[in-house]
């Protein structure tokens, strides 16, 4: 069956600028996490969205949000974009709520804010 | 907020030679999990561990979830360039009760020419 599909792939933007990456998870999969990786950072987990509601929220400032549509595809946006924004986005699924066990991640978001 | 520490932080290696990595947290976990992402790729499961003490291989990968719970290895015998890419460990706390994982900052497998 088909993985989970991110878009756009790459993408470049200015600060102050604004950006929404979208995450279509494995059909079936309800769940979608969010995940920032920077190098030497690992992942840094932003949300998670399990039947359009967020779950859990990691340690990130407010201009950073989220949503999941009823198909349980699932968008992030991150508003007045800062340099230190620049980073791989990752979205994951998974059948059920929470992280254990696998989690099916996507090829990832690499934004870069200039 | 917790953090696990992953070791080393990257390796230059050889064809054929084995490869260990491990790592440690300061509070107990239920869960280790062992992840490989390729250069422009997502993260891939290799290997998940649910008991203390429990050694599970995945063909050359063999992992361990050490008996503290605090701790866990991954180690790969006879490394072939196919092995190359940044190996990650995650593990879900105890304590924890959104089941969230942390993760490491990852192993950054490299293959001496």
């Known amino acids: 069956k088909a993985g989970v599909t991110q878009t756009p792939r790459y993408l470049i933007k200015t600060r102050g600028q604004q950006v929404t990456l979208s995450c279509s998870p494995i059909s079936g999969h309800r769940s979608v996490s969010w995940y920032q990786q920077t190098p030497g950072q690992g992942l840094q987990f932003l949300f998670e969205y399990f039947s359009e509601t967020q779950r859990n929220k990691g340690n990130f400032p407010g201009r950073f949000s989220g949503r999941q549509f009823s198909n349980s595809r699932s968008e992030m946006n991150v508003s007045t974009l800062e340099l230190g924004d620049s980073a791989l986005y990752l979205c994951?699924?998974?059948?059920?709520?929470?992280?254990?066990?696998?989690?099916?991640f996507g090829e990832g978001s690499r934004l870069t804010v200039l | 907020g917790q953090q696990l520490n992953q070791s080393p932080q990257s390796m230059f290696i050889q064809e054929g030679e084995d490869v260990s990595m491990n790592c440690t947290s300061s509070s107990i976990f239920n869960t280790w999990l062992w992840y490989k992402q390729d250069p422009g790729e997502g993260p891939v499961l290799l290997i998940a561990l649910y008991k203390a003490g429990e050694l599970t291989s995945n063909g050359r990968l063999t992992a361990q979830f050490g008996i503290t719970r605090k701790d866990s290895f991954l180690n790969i015998s006879a490394s072939i360039p196919s092995d190359v890419g940044i190996y990650f460990c995650a593990g879900q706390p105890l304590m924890d009760s959104n089941y969230q994982l942390i993760w490491g900052a990852g192993t950054k497998l490299i293959i001496k020419p």
């Open positions: 994951a699924s998974n059948p059920l709520a929470g992280s254990t066990g696998e989690l099916f």
